[in-house]
């Protein structure tokens, strides 16, 4: 399981693993009971953990960076029910920049309780900036051999419209 193949659905608490899509819907997994189920598109919005950003002071940043400094953090785990102050002064000390006037309670409640399942089901969070670092160092170590592409070209003739005779036929 990929930290990039995990969703938010609205309307349902949680988080689910995308397992595939459709047109019209998608079928998911969800972290905290293992029950698949197909979602539709008509009543629900998805959004992938990975594309969701938390208002900062200064620019916004990826929630994966928020996960990581609670990972790192010393400070004990409130409880995803506790009250607003409590979720209040835990982010302050984990996440100072966050901006506390645009990142409602309700807000730092689901963060929590993502966290926790993510915790509980060992998936290891991918910020953007330690792909982007890995991938750098990918490239400083590597030398790939620069690709050459040749594209034949077919020439098709077009053809004539197919002229179809059309039969009179006679009533006796």
Do not use: C
């Not at 990039?4 to 608490?13: A, D, H």
């Not at 916004?60 to 996960?67: I, R, Y």
């Not at 730092?108 to 890995?134: D, G, P, T, Y």
């Amino acid at each position: 399981m990929d930290y990039n193949k995990i969703v938010s659905v609205s309307g349902l608490s949680g988080l689910f693993e995308l397992l595939s899509s459709k047109s019209d819907g998608a079928v998911v997994r969800s972290l905290e009971d293992n029950t698949t189920k197909f979602v539709s598109t008509r009543q629900h919005n998805f959004s992938h953990l990975e594309s969701i950003e938390v208002f900062t002071v200064k620019d916004n940043t990826n929630l994966s960076e928020l996960f990581e400094a609670m990972k790192k953090s010393k400070e004990k785990l409130p409880d995803a029910k506790a009250d607003n102050k409590a979720l209040k002064s835990y982010f302050e000390k984990v996440y100072p920049d966050l901006d506390f006037e645009k990142v409602y309670a309700s807000d730092m409640k689901k963060m929590v309780k993502w966290f926790e399942i993510l915790k509980k089901n060992k998936l290891e969070i991918k910020s953007k900036s330690s792909e982007e670092n890995a991938e750098s160092t990918a490239d400083t170590t590597a030398n790939p051999k620069p690709i050459i592409v040749h594209k034949e070209t077919t020439h098709v003739k077009p053809q004539k419209a197919a002229t179809r005779k059309i039969e009179s036929r006679g009533v006796k």
